[in-house]
């Protein structure tokens, strides 16, 4: 399961859980990736506490995870044993990926469009097009999926990053208006 997680104080983390058996769990958060053992020692609504144990290393960690209505949904609070606290967000990357794409489009201006998530473009515009606000500039499929990606801004399609049936990763630009 892929997921974005934001630590209070906004620093972001790309996390992704496979379970391996019953009791054991490869976790990767941003480049770092864990063999875990864990134990759930405790289970009550709203709350678990679970014993974390790192399969290469042995280091042990005792966590409390709470859900956190205050954060509405996907919000945790984490307490380790150590006496360390956080709260944990659990964003849909999706729609992690398309904000940060549109991030620069709010004040107008120029707009470097990028794919939200992997798969295979199909290109709608090329260099010199005029686009509208939320016109489609690109379709990318997925999964026999097919996602259109549209323009957060007006503008002239300056440049064309890729083209038709070309395989792209999240965070690929797609093309650039101005």
Request: charged share 25%; net charge negative; no cysteine.
């Amino acid at each position: 399961m892929d997921l974005v997680a934001q630590r209070d104080g906004g620093r972001e983390a790309e996390v992704a859980v496979e379970s391996l058996d019953d009791d054991r769990v490869r976790v990767r958060v941003g480049p770092n990736v864990y063999t875990v053992d864990r134990r759930v020692l405790h289970r009550a609504p709203g709350l678990q506490v679970v014993s974390l144990i790192d399969v290469e290393s042995g280091d042990q960690h005792t966590i409390a995870v709470h859900n956190d209505s205050r954060g509405g949904a996907g919000a945790y609070r984490v307490h380790a044993a150590d006496g360390s606290d956080a709260r944990i967000t659990l964003l849909d990357p999706l729609a992690h990926r398309a904000a940060q794409a549109s991030g620069g489009a709010e004040g107008g201006g120029a707009q470097q469009v990028e794919a939200y998530m992997p798969g295979v473009v199909r290109v709608l515009v090329a260099e010199g097009d005029t686009v509208a606000v939320d016109q489609p500039v690109a379709v990318l499929v997925a999964m026999k999926m097919e996602n259109e990606i549209v323009a957060e801004t007006a503008g002239t399609v300056t440049r064309v990053f890729v083209e038709d049936g070309q395989a792209v990763e999240g965070g690929d630009p797609l093309v650039a208006i101005g």
